[in-house]
Structure formats: structure tokens, C-alpha cells
């Protein structure tokens, strides 16, 4: 790893606290720093804890020997046995520190913040920002705390290289199989069971959901504005054409067996593709703008942007 060039008074410039559902995301965030800085990632450093007092090892590492500490919170985060360790040191370090070596980065929407977190602590919506800019952060917070990043070497560089080439491998081979496809309509249930979760929600606000006869489409109707979702794949073995089509209209547009007198007019049109978005085995549908949401986040960022557009066309009608 690149040595930093500020003081020595650190082993690590970021440790980075997860639990394994987030592996695949530290690892991301990892990659994008840790050739200009000092990184700590339990998943990579197995060998150097071999044979060690592994909570005795995670104390020191949490407690003092990382410049600024990155936690990839969920629900999860501070109830098994590594991360309970860890949230332990952190909170300790705290004590006499205070909390601004620590960084919280949201990895599930809705995530309740820790009632001993202060409110005034960097906490960091991953859903909404992407890994770049979680690393763009943790970059930042480095450096306000006395770490300077140093050149990559060639050898540096070019494993980094390697690692982006290997990953690019393994997502175009997901793209072209049978368990692509699999995944991509596992995922696309989710969403739909993820939408008629909310169900007694949006009936407490006028609107409904249903499932379309033909076409696997499903649409949530509210007053002056509709959201359709439908997936669509041409083969079993490949997501090539494979699309998720989410659309918002002022009014129920013509689908199979519905009968609409008036085309209405459309406000939004996204289109998902669906495939690998991170080491190591880490999916999730990237949109139009190239951001990526998690199979288990996409029915709460669609709904989110139905109720605005709704609470936009109401303001409007008055």
C-alpha cells in the first residue's frame, strides 16, 4: 500500500467496519483508495491477523491505529460479534476524541443512526451519492485529518488496472448467462413485492395498486399521476436488450387490457439494465444516469419520486 506522507502516528490512513451483506460494497470503496492511501479491510487482512488476538487486534485497530475509521451501517452493523467489537472501540476512541475520525456511510435506505451517534457527525447516503463519492469523501476526511496521499507506483498502478480488467471479465460473463437472467428476474420480484409492501401506505392516500393481465406490468394509480414497471428480457442465457421500463404518467396509459380513451402525457421514462456492479459478486440495476441501486433499494427510490411528482401535480391543480 502507498505510505502517506503526513505524520507516522497511524498504521492505517481508513479502516473500513462492515458486516459480510456489505463486503462487496467496502471492497468497492476500498479500491478506489487504497493506492494512494493506507487501507484496512478486514477481508484483505486475514494473514496479517493470523494467529493473533483477533479482538485484542480489531480494538487497536479501530480504537487508535486509523487515522479516520469508514462504517458501512446497517441494521445489522454492532450486532455480530466483529462488529460489536468494533462499534466498542469507536465509541470508546469517542470518548476522549469525540466522533469526527468516524464516517458513517448509509448502505440500506431507512437505516435508523445510532441513538449515541451525535447528529451533528458525518453520516453519507450510499444510495444516493455511489461509491466515488464515498470515496471522494473518506479522500477528503483523510485529509482534514492530517493525511497526505502519495503517487501510485507503476506496480500500483498496474494491479490496480488488473483488478478493474479481472472485474470487467466477470460482469460481462454474468451478462451472457442463464444465471444472469435468473438473478436480473429475482430481482425484479423484489421490486414488485417491495412496491405492494406499501400498499396500505398509498391507500391512505388515495392510490392503488395493481398487476396488469399481460405484459407482467405493474402500476400504481394516483390522483393525476401513474407509475408502470415492466420488465422485459429476449433470452434465457443473456441480458443483452434486458430492460426494466419504469414510467410516470399524468394519467393510466394504453397497456394490454386496459382501455383508455385519451393517451396521457408522460412526465418521466427511466430505463435499468440489471447486472454485476461491484466486487465481488455485488448486483444491483444501474439507470440512465449511470447510478446504481440496490435490488433491495429500487421500489423506495421509485416510490419516493412517484409521491413528489404527485405532491408537484397536486400543487399544480390548485
Known amino acids: 500500500m502507498a505510505l502517506t506522507g503526513g505524520d507516522d502516528d497511524f498504521k492505517y490512513?481508513?479502516?473500513?467496519?462492515?458486516?459480510k451483506e456489505d463486503e462487496g460494497r467496502a471492497t468497492q470503496i476500498n479500491d478506489l483508495v487504497q493506492d494512494r492511501y493506507r487501507t484496512f479491510l478486514y477481508s484483505k487482512a486475514q494473514e496479517q491477523l493470523a494467529g493473533t488476538d483477533g479482538e485484542?487486534?480489531?480494538?487497536?485497530?479501530?480504537?487508535?491505529?486509523?487515522r479516520i475509521v469508514a462504517v458501512l451501517l446497517r441494521p445489522e452493523w454492532g450486532n455480530t460479534a466483529w462488529t460489536r467489537i468494533e462499534e466498542?472501540?469507536?465509541?470508546?476512541?469517542?470518548?476522549?476524541?469525540?466522533y469526527n475520525f468516524a464516517t458513517f456511510i448509509v448502505t440500506v435506505p431507512r437505516t435508523p443512526i445510532p441513538e449515541w451517534l451525535p447528529k451533528t457527525s458525518i453520516w453519507y447516503d450510499l444510495e444516493r451519492f455511489g461509491s466515488a463519492g464515498a470515496a471522494?469523501?473518506?479522500?477528503?476526511?483523510?485529509?482534514?485529518?492530517?493525511?497526505?496521499?502519495?503517487?501510485?507506483?507503476l506496480a500500483e498502478r498496474a494491479a490496480r488496472l488488473q483488478r478493474a480488467?479481472?472485474?470487467n471479465q466477470?460482469?460481462?460473463?454474468?451478462?451472457?448467462?442463464h444465471e444472469g437472467v435468473e438473478a436480473a428476474r429475482e430481482a425484479y420480484s423484489r421490486l414488485v413485492n417491495g412496491l405492494k409492501s406499501n400498499s396500505e401506505l398509498l391507500s391512505s392516500i388515495g392510490c392503488r395498486i395493481q398487476d396488469v393481465a399481460y405484459g407482467g406490468i405493474t402500476m400504481i394509480v394516483g390522483h393525476s399521476v401513474v407509475l408502470t414497471v415492466q420488465f422485459e428480457f429476449f433470452s434465457a442465457n443473456s441480458l443483452d436488450k434486458a430492460a426494466l421500463t419504469a414510467g410516470f404518467y399524468?394519467?393510466?396509459?394504453?397497456?394490454?387490457s386496459l382501455m383508455v380513451l385519451n393517451e396521457p402525457r408522460t412526465l418521466k421514462k427511466w430505463k435499468f439494465k440489471f447486472g454485476l456492479v461491484g466486487p465481488p459478486?455485488?448486483?444491483?440495476?444501474?439507470?440512465?444516469?449511470?447510478?446504481?441501486?440496490?435490488?433491495?433499494?429500487?421500489a423506495e427510490f421509485l416510490l419516493g419520486h412517484f409521491l413528489e411528482l404527485r405532491r408537484r401535480q397536486l400543487g399544480q391543480a390548485e
Request: proline share 5%.
Open 136 to 153: 471522494a469523501v473518506l479522500e477528503n476526511r483523510v485529509r482534514e485529518c492530517g493525511g497526505v496521499a502519495v503517487q501510485e507506483t
Open 165 to 167: 480488467e479481472n472485474f
Open 170 to 177: 466477470q460482469r460481462d460473463a454474468f451478462h451472457r448467462s
Open 13 to 19: 490512513d481508513i479502516a473500513f467496519s462492515f458486516v
Open 250 to 256: 399524468d394519467g393510466v396509459p394504453r397497456l394490454p
Open 88 to 98: 466498542t472501540a469507536i465509541r470508546n476512541r469517542a470518548y476522549s476524541q469525540g
Open 281 to 298: 459478486d455485488r448486483t444491483g440495476w444501474t439507470g440512465p444516469d449511470g447510478k446504481e441501486h440496490a435490488p433491495e433499494a429500487l
Open 56 to 66: 485484542k487486534a480489531f480494538n487497536a485497530v479501530f480504537g487508535k491505529e486509523a
